[in-house]
């Protein structure tokens, strides 16, 4: 509760997990964004001890029509991000110094 974020994030879900799911603006930002990641890398997992990131459209959704993707949610710009037991600053660093570069 003490972090500066926690007001917002607890607006914003109902509960907390290692598991994020959010979107970038365009498909040309999330094949860059996908390549400016140092630290988190780039794989399918619903948990493991390393961080991984998956481009949801591209990766596990590469077989579904439209329609199903549409029903599931997943646009062409949506990632998965599966949260390790690296330590946060190097995670939020990670995503800051790529994000930046978009």
């Known amino acids: 509760e003490s972090h500066p974020g926690h007001s917002i994030a607890a607006k914003q879900m109902s509960d907390y997990g290692g598991m994020l799911g959010f ?12 390549d400016l990641l140092k630290v988190i890398k780039v794989g399918v997992s619903l948990g493991d001890t390393t961080s991984l990131i998956e481009y949801t459209s591209v990766m ?36 800051t110094q790529a994000l930046n570069q978009l």
């Open 23 to 34: 979107e970038l603006h365009s498909q040309e930002d999330s094949y860059k964004f996908i």
């Open 60 to 95: 596990t959704g590469i077989d579904l029509s439209s329609w199903e993707k549409r029903l599931m949610e997943i646009s062409d710009t949506h990632f998965r991000f599966s949260i390790g037991l690296e330590d946060p600053k190097d995670l939020i660093d990670d995503l």
